[in-house]
């Protein structure tokens, strides 16, 4: 039988954070003389009450680490917890959001996708913008810390490839929270400030400035702005690029270079394919809307270059509205889709890295046809990949197109058209933000959309932000046999 | 340096035996006393000419090809038939220009059926049987390929079906023949029953033999516009849609079938999944249909189930005109189009045994997950699956994503809106035949694209049908070398 203890006293623990970070938009409320500032007040009590009974009850007695089934445990409770938690303030705030918009946004936020069902963002209170863009930057943070502390040991499509040289080998899960959170959450804190003065310098005032960089360094994607950053100039919107492009690396290769005297994001394999990835596709649609669509060079540049930036990160920021930009584009932003910032990022997909190995697995596939008797490898990073990894990255990548074929189909059934559908289900899996099509599309909003497909793409962000494989092992019957 | 003659020979061999079937639609238009039998008679010259220099040219006595052989074999066998295939078009009665008529040549040699003819009903019936005769060539050209050569080359994974004493490297014996005749005489009396079906149920003698032949290769040509729909008659649907059925099941189980061994084919796991995952899609289509669109269960029944069928296997013919069944089914349509039937059978897409290996090693890594040190493996039909054979389903599946997404980006370079590049894409590389959306949909043609999208149309129904890597092998550098 598993025990739960720990797994709760952790889950209160979380709450208390959340009921933390709600004061600090009741502050600004309170500053700015918005009566909003009792729903995050008394919202943050609820929440900070109940995180403290559930860390006092379940307080553990010695157990300091945590087995592989509570660590599953606690990864899927928690980010449900924590979202519908932060949904509360949404629900009661004057915009006045239903139950499942509630949901919706807080998930939305937190697994930081940045799919919105508020429309009227210019005029909102500054305490619901705020609280939007802390909802992505902690949830950035939150999932950061558990792709390098836990997810490796929990050896989750191919991830313990990126399991640190000093982590021992036993089933024992030790997350080294304090050790990993603190340098990842310095880097993380920095470039944060960087940004904001970035954007500050820009154009773009203070409280702007510091809602974007919070919801870019996470690749979230919640704007201040129903126009997102169509709303500012090129200036901001390349500060963004860059925050954005940070925001998809693996920020654990920015860890005090200076002391290893090395600067290890220029060598790394996978920081590569990312940045060629994204030059490619960011000049292909340049040319292609300055070719066809007579767009101004400089123009056509900042517009795809942002876009493509804010698709693969998974953040989900629009400059203008592609969806008009014509099919090869649709096209284009359909498979991109997809593809995802890298691993040890905040942003979500089926990741670089994986691709990665895929396309050097298809490449050794044609070798050994060719040469049916040679010996042939896949690499990554000049390393050999072992065997498990190899099979544990094909079985993420077959659940994942799985998944996204499930839930575009229950889309269909909620009432959604085809192309929002599909754009719908693999937007929400992959953490994006915006789908295509005129409903969802980057000139879109998710209110329109069916109560049943909010819940359905809410549970698929999560699904997603989890890796899949540590919510869907809750589901199966041998966990809870164990 | 490769030895071209063995080559060449086997490509002469394979235009004789196309200029030899060209005599048939001469005749055909000879007996209607229509003057187009001169066009057939003189492609069939130049066909016959070409293919007996070819094969007089290049006398050798080989007895065995090497693997460079057999996949310069592979690749320039279907190539030059859809080139000369296409002669009769180009000069024939439907006043195809040279683009044209290698579209539509490919399209049914490969068991497309993508046409760009409209009024059909107004042509001769030699062109028509021509057609039909393209798919039928093309669908038992694919089987031999599927069970002779696909599984020594090891495409894909198709080694798990390799048969001893059959393929490259290995001299003919006298099994191999009369495997060979096995298959021929089970295609044949097949076609022949269904011809016989079809025309007791009251189609016309000669459009049941057009249309016994494009059902059982999963085809798709018809002799109408639209397609059975213009014969309303539910007997003809229901005997099509069991030849379709029939046409996606493993050519090699019929034998078994004949002996009365049922219990081996039900056990089969690639059947199985075949028929489970057309009844799941089926049940889905009609229920939505009888809820949605107010249809009566039995014509709900017979419209859901028939299409279905049709595009999961590939076939491409129409009882209903289903463009505008929005959400649900056109979601099921879109992913059952590259499902595809059973690898062994005419049938095309990423075929049911892939899905059922990787979904099988998805499974085991989900239960890895809990127990690291378990010694679960994957298995297909019981027996256990090598790490070889699932690589090589996985680089298979990706280089299949890759080459739709490549083809649908092209597609929508060249200005198709986002559902016809999408849909086309995947109808050519799955050699379905009609996409999605008003441009390609059902009941309409592809003869208002663009020169260049039907080239790249054809294009990738060869690379689909041809299961990308025997194209793909050609363009690697080292296939040349030495």
Redesign the interface.
Known sequence: MIDFKPVIFINGILLLILAAAMGVPALVDSVSADPDWRVFALSGLTTGFIGFGMALGAWPERQRSLTTHQAFLLTGSAWFLVSAFAALPFIFSGVGLSVADGVFEATSGFTTTGSTVIAGLDHAPRGLLLWRALLNWLGGLAFMVMAVALMPSLRIGGMQLFKMESSDKSDKVKPRVAQVAGSISLVYLSFTTATTAALWLAGMDIFDAVCHAFSALSTGGFSTSDRSLAHWGPAAQWVMVLAMLVGGAPLALFVSPWKRHAWPFLHDSQVRWYVNFVAFFASLLAFWQWAVNDMEPGDALTHATFNVVSIVTTSGFSSIDYNAWGGFAQVVFFILLFIGGCTGSTAGGVKIFRWEVLFKLAGVHLKRLLHPHGIFFVDFNQRRIPQPVLESVLGFVTVFFLTFAFFALGLTVAGMDLISALSGSAQALSNVGPGLGAVIGPAGNYKSVPEAAKWIMAFEMVLGRLELFSVIVLFTRSFWRG | MTDFRPVLQIVGVILCLLAAAMALPALADLIAANDEWQVFVLSGGATLFAGLGLMLGTRTDFRVLT??QTYLAAALGWLAPCLFAALPLASGPAHLSTVDAIFEATSGLTTTASTVISGLERMPPGLLLWRGLLNWMGGIGIIVMAVAVLPT????GMQIFRVQGLGAGEPASPRTARLGRTILGVYVSLTVGLWAALWLAGMPRFDAAIHAMSTISTGGFGTKDMSLGAYNNSMIDLIACIGMVLGGIPYLLFPLMAQGQWRAILRDQQVRWYLGLMGLGAA?VVLWLMVARGFEPLTAMRHGVFTVVSVMTGTGLVTIDYSDW???P???L??LTFVGGCAGSAAAGIKVFRLKL??A??R???????R?HGIEIPTFNKKPIS??V???A???L??YV?GF?VL??L???M????????SGAASAISNLGPG?GETIGPGSTFAPLPDMAKLLLAGGMLFGRLEM?IL??LV?P??WDQ
């Open positions: 693997v460079r080359l090891h495409i894909g889905a929005t959400g649900l056109a979601a099921i879109f992913f990787l979904f090693n998805a085991v890594q989900l239960h890895r997950l809990l690291p790490e070889d699932l690589e090589s996985m680089g298979f990706f280089v890759l997404a649908s980006m597609l929508g370079f200005g198709l809106d986002f559902i016809t590049s999408v999605l890597f793909l092998v690697v080292s296939f």
